[in-house]
């Protein structure tokens, strides 16, 4: 028993980038109409908006500025050691649990200091550091 599908339609069309390109500036020239070249060209003006959308996005993402590099700031811990708690040279440091809000990050960037006291989040930390570094 044969069982072929029969459908009665056409198969996919396939669209050189040359041709999309052209009708993509085309259609993008002030006063043209999408749906009359579309048309002329024996395409659904669907299919040319999408090409119009797919060629915008592209363009915008190019024109986009790079990511800043990552910028390393150098960094001091200040934190005091008492003489008998110092760690003797052969033996590994041990943490100290911290209470949650303690401590201080002061961050120098140029001639700007920021000093951060207590539990902060690192979002926050991010923004005021992105801030001063457009600052500069």
């Known amino acids: 028993m044969d069982k072929r599908v029969i459908t009665d339609r056409a198969p996919r069309r396939r669209h050189s980038a040359a041709l999309k390109r052209e009708l993509v500036e085309r259609s993008l020239q002030p006063g043209a109409s999408v749906a009359a070249l579309a048309q002329e060209h024996g395409i659904n003006a669907n299919l040319l908006f999408n090409w119009r959308r797919l060629h915008l996005e592209r363009q915008a993402a190019a024109q986009l500025p790079a990511e800043p590099a990552t910028v390393l700031l150098p960094v001091t811990v200040d934190e005091p050691i ?35 006291r207590g539990v902060v989040d690192e979002a926050s930390v991010r923004s005021v550091l992105q801030a001063l570094l457009e600052l500069r």
């Open 82 to 116: 008492a003489a008998s708690a110092a760690p003797h040279a052969c033996a590994p440091a041990i943490p100290t649990p911290r209470r949650a809000g303690t401590g201080v990050i002061e961050v120098e960037i140029g001639a700007a200091l920021v000093r951060l």
